[in-house]
């Protein structure tokens, strides 16, 4: 009865996510105590599970409830791959897997919350790159460390892009956009300041040398709509918010802000910043983390039960409705990644915002 009433809410986190987007981050019920319900209905029926690979919890056996903290709310898309990926957990350990959102601070709630408690496998938490590379620049009152945690799992991860619209425009690659720019003044579209498109595009085309200006908004899809009617020369987003604009012929994408081309659009080889001379790399990241001195041994359990987790029929069909692609890098993997683009943000915040 625990793996159908987790898997209900897995669905209906799907459903909320297909209609809500990544928007939602306020009004949403707290699904933790309905989960706790939910749970206590049995723990004896593990029916169903036939179509997926559960691996064995091996040395580490949970004797508690295993609480993963959410700092967006329910139904969002960090919420929805959080109870994907939980379901594999649970799956794999027998355990209930409980999702506690606590949003607000760009995570430094759910975050401050975590480390309140004693290290624990048990104990973990959904977090986005942001809160340990561009919040703490940008809002002196979150004070995190990620010395303060082990991370235990990559979740998802991808890339910016930046876009254009030659009907409105007549500019189709960077190239135009840059003689553009070197006669009038380049509106972009992003998010406020302290956001990450923000952000991509202040660096950019500062070290292009060329007068642009940010139009923001609170979304990319609003940034990408301001393309679309011709508001903005430009705008930045991230690659799956990006998607429907490129395949509609609304926007064409022109530099993606990757070490590598990007090929994830249909008949767009799109060129890599660092190709075009400026080093600017930034992958929006979420991952999985537990509070520094969990048993390190259970917490490379929990990247294995996640990984082979998505390898099963079950979670290619919650991915699918989710729009979601997994990316389960290792513990380390993510880490360095994390330091890296910490250490660029620092760079252009005492740049162009200090």
Known sequence: MKRRNLMALVLAGVMAASVMGCASQSGAKNPSETQKEAAKEGASDESGAADSAVVPAGSWKPDHDITIRVPNAAGGTMDTITRILGQGIQQSTGTTVMINNLTGASGAIAANDLLAKDADPCELMTSGIALFTLAPLFNQDIKVSLDDFAIVSGMVSEDFVLCV??????????????????????????????????????????????????????????????????????????????????????????????????????????????????????????????????????LDQIHDMIQAYTETEECKKLAESAKYVPDIADGDTVRAMIEDSAKMCQEIYEKYYH
Request: net charge negative; aromatic share 8%.
């Open 165 to 298: 619209n030659p009907e409105k425009s007549g500019i189709h690659n960077w190239e135009e956009l840059k003689a553009y720019g070197e006669k009038e003044r380049i509106l972009f579209g992003s998010n406020t300041p302290g956001g990450t498109t923000h952000m991509l595009g202040t660096a950019l085309f500062g070290e292009a040398g060329l007068n642009a200006e940010a139009v923001t908004s609170d979304g990319t899809n609003k940034d990408m709509l301001a393309l679309t009617s011709g508001d903005v020369v430009c705008a930045i987003g991230n690659a799956s918010a990006c998607q429907q604009f490129i395949e509609e012929g609304t926007a064409v994408p022109i530099v993606v802000f990757s070490a590598d081309a990007y090929e994830g659009f249909e008949g767009f080889a799109v060129p890599s910043v660092v190709d075009l001379g400026y080093d600017i790399q930034f992958k929006s990241c979420n991952f999985l983390m537990a509070k520094k001195g969990a048993d390190q041994a259970a």
